[in-house]
T-cell receptor, first 111, second 117 residues
Framework: GEDVEQSLFLSVREGDSSVINCTYT??????LYWYKQEPGAGLQLLTY?????DMKQDQRLTVLLNKKDKHLSLRIADTQTGDSAIYFC???????????FGTGTRLLVSP | EAEVAQSPRYKITEKSQAVAFWCDPI?????LYWYRQILGQGPELLVQ????????DSQLPKDRFSAERLKGVDSTLKIQPAELGDSAMYLC???????????????FGNGTRLTVT
């Protein structure tokens, strides 16, 4: 089955850029998503990218997709303490209409 | 902004008891999902509905779990009997997608945190 991998932790200082990486195995991916989860809460959609794009920018967020290497990244510019959360990468296989999540990357932003 | 509503927010139950969770998706969203998220892991799909029909329940432990969406709007997920290993966050999500259309993002509720003692 499909597999989505992420590093477990990332620690940055306030004001720095954060880059969260994700790799996936599904060759039939059509959309890839980034979700944010704060403690005790549900998942908040941050952004998503269609598989025929290689970059998408939305305010402080930049998504890069390398389809050949099946690598996705999320860059957060000027990271703030309020960005501390768990970030999930998710891959949609529209053949099965199934969204598969990674294990999440815990981002810690220190003042 | 419209939200996916879930209740209860928290549930504590003893093992072997029955428990039920409710979800009301965003109005007009045809597809509804129930995910289970064990602490420290990503969400895993339990069941997916397209309107009132089950599209995928391959990961649903059918001996104890059941889900329904009778009128194609709100949905109930039930566990009977609950086991200690069922302790997790149960997340409901919905999307506008209607099969052949371009996939739309999933919008999640805040979840129900279940603790089985």
């Amino acid at each position: 089955g499909e597999d989505v991998e992420q590093s477990l932790f990332l620690s940055v200082r306030e004001g720095d850029s954060s880059v969260i990486n994700c790799t996936y195995t599904d060759s039939s991916s059509t959309y890839l998503y980034w979700y944010k989860q704060e403690p005790g809460a549900g998942l908040q959609l941050l952004t998503y990218i269609f598989s025929n794009m290689d970059m998408k920018q939305d305010q402080r967020l930049t998504v890069l997709l390398n389809k050949k290497d099946k690598h996705l990244s999320l860059r957060i510019a000027d990271t703030q303490t309020g960005d501390s959360a768990i970030y999930f990468c998710a891959d949609l296989n529209t053949g099965f209409q199934k969204l598969v999540f990674g294990t999440g990357t815990r981002l810690l932003v220190s003042p | 902004e419209a939200e996916v509503a879930q209740s209860p927010r928290y549930k504590i139950t003893e093992k072997s008891q029955a428990v039920a969770f409710w979800c009301d998706p965003i109005s007009g969203h045809a597809t509804l999902y129930w995910y289970r998220q064990i602490l420290g892991q990503g969400p895993e799909l339990l069941v997916q509905f397209q309107d009132e029909s089950v599209v995928d329940d391959s990961q649903l432990p059918k001996d104890r779990f059941s889900a329904e969406r009778l009128k194609g709007v709100d949905s109930t997920l039930k566990i009977q009997p609950a086991e200690l290993g069922d302790s997790a966050m149960y997340l409901c999500a919905s999307s506008f997608e209607r099969g052949d259309e371009e996939a739309s993002p999933l919008h999640f509720g805040n979840g129900t945190r279940l603790t089985v003692t």
